[in-house]
């Protein structure tokens, strides 16, 4: 997430640093920091698309800068993992959104993300003992589409979509319409598209806060190529991205993938920074829960990055 700690440092006047993961041929973990961390505030930034040969690094990362001084360590983690499994949707399962919660806030004093996958969960605080800030990108996206395709048609996923599509729509000032979509399996999706006029007189924008297989997008292109609409735009918050997916996606029909940078992938064009950065502002001055305002400038918030 080099661009990423490069964009948020110039904004927040910060120093930027990679933490040296060094991996020991029996799977152990060594982490390496500066040694500049005393009396300063550290910020941990990286993607958790890949959470669990990370994680204990994480943690190990965030122990590391305590024992060298550091005042207080936050993490930014644009992409949040394991915030699916919110209930125990079969005997025996793991419920790991609050475990993995809990595990998280053992290290770190604040905590700052992009748009995480909760569903049953209302927000972030039920989770979390440490200030927990969620960065909305539907501002981001909504000028985006904007600027990039002015004649839109904004399409959400799924039923739950609706709340979070109809307000970019909103800002952006475009028709929306919701897909339905009945899954049975994690690469098994079957997708209906509403008749509308709209969908046939501008061009549709699908978006969805994650792809993973891609499978919902490929079952919405192939309904629009049938149903005679213009080859659809894919606006995607989290590219998490299987083998293949984005590929895929694209030999579906799709005229573009778009994603923000909250995961590194070639596809990223709506950069995360501004909202991130100032949201680290508002976590380290206790102001959580308040507007953020302008984005100001502190010269002593180091920003570190794990690296493989």
């Known amino acids: 997430m080099d661009a990423l700690a490069t964009e948020m440092a110039g904004l927040l006047g910060a120093e930027t640093a990679a933490v040296d993961l060094h991996r020991f041929p029996d799977g152990e973990s060594l982490v390496t920091l500066p040694d500049t ?32 001084g550091a005042a207080r360590v936050g993490l930014v983690a644009p992409y949040l993992a394991y915030m699916r499994q919110d209930t125990r949707f079969a005997p025996g399962q793991a419920v ?24 049953r969960i209302p927000s972030l605080g039920r989770l979390f003992g440490i200030p927990a800030i969620r ?20 399409l959400g996923p799924d039923s739950e979509s609706q709340q979070w599509v109809a307000e970019v729509a909103r800002m952006a000032g475009r028709p929306f319409e919701v897909l339905s979509k009945v899954r049975s399996g994690d690469r098994n999706v079957q997708v209906s598209v509403p008749e509308s006029e709209a969908l046939t007189q501008g061009t549709p924008v699908i978006l969805d806060d994650i792809a993973s297989s891609g499978r919902t997008m490929i079952r919405a292109i192939e309904r629009l190529a049938a149903a005679g609409t213009r080859p659809p735009v894919c606006v995607v918050i989290h590219a998490v991205f299987a083998a293949g997916a984005h590929d895929e996606i694209l030999a579906a029909g799709a005229a573009r993938v778009i994603t923000t940078n909250s995961i590194p992938h070639p596809s990223n064009a709506i950069s995360l920074a501004e909202p991130l950065a100032a949201n680290c502002i508002q976590a380290m001055s206790g102001m959580v829960g ?10 002593n918030m180091p920003t570190t990055e794990p690296e493989t």
Do not use: C
């Not at 475990?99 to 806030?105: N, S, V």
């Open 96 to 119: 790991t959104a609050p475990l993995f919660a809990r595990y998280l806030e053992d290290s770190f004093d604040w905590l700052v993300t992009a748009d995480p996958h909760l569903h």
């Open 135 to 154: 960065v909305q990108s539907a501002p981001l996206i909504a000028d985006w589409i904007s600027r990039e395709v002015p004649d839109a048609v904004i």
């Open 290 to 299: 308040k507007p953020t305002g302008q984005t100001s400038r502190s010269p």
């Open 37 to 68: 961390m005393t009396g300063r505030n550290v910020i941990i930034l990286t993607t958790l698309r890949d959470p669990d040969p990370l994680a204990l690094p994480l943690r190990f990362t965030a122990a590391t800068a305590r024992e060298l």
